[in-house]
């Protein structure tokens, strides 16, 4: 199954926040962390992950600095700051009230299948 790219954009802010909320981290790290949580079925590209990371920057959500570990490359690691909590507490109630209703609609309904001729059955 793929995930529609809807729900992938909509979701990639409160996914990356709550990410950082753990622990500061850095790009590939990030990219490794949401397949993982999804089970593989989120996979990120870096095209979509930098620009997110660097708009969050500009918000004032996230921020960033060079760090060395011995006999490794830098890596930019990005960090929650306070506002990006704020942020991210917003987005988790919107979430909560988005999740709630499409388990109340979903709750009693029979399962969607589709129609060999196109339609819903």
Known sequence: MKVAKDLVAASATPMVLGILAEADSYGYAILRRINELSGGQLD???????????????LGHVESSWQSVAGERRRKYYRITRTGLAELAEQRRQWDTVVAALKEVW??????????????A
């Open 107 to 120: 709750h009693d309904s029979r399962p969607v299948v589709a129609d060999p001729l196109g339609g819903l």
């Open 44 to 58: 990120w590209t870096e095209g979509l992950l930098y620009p997110l990371l660097h708009r969050l920057e500009r």
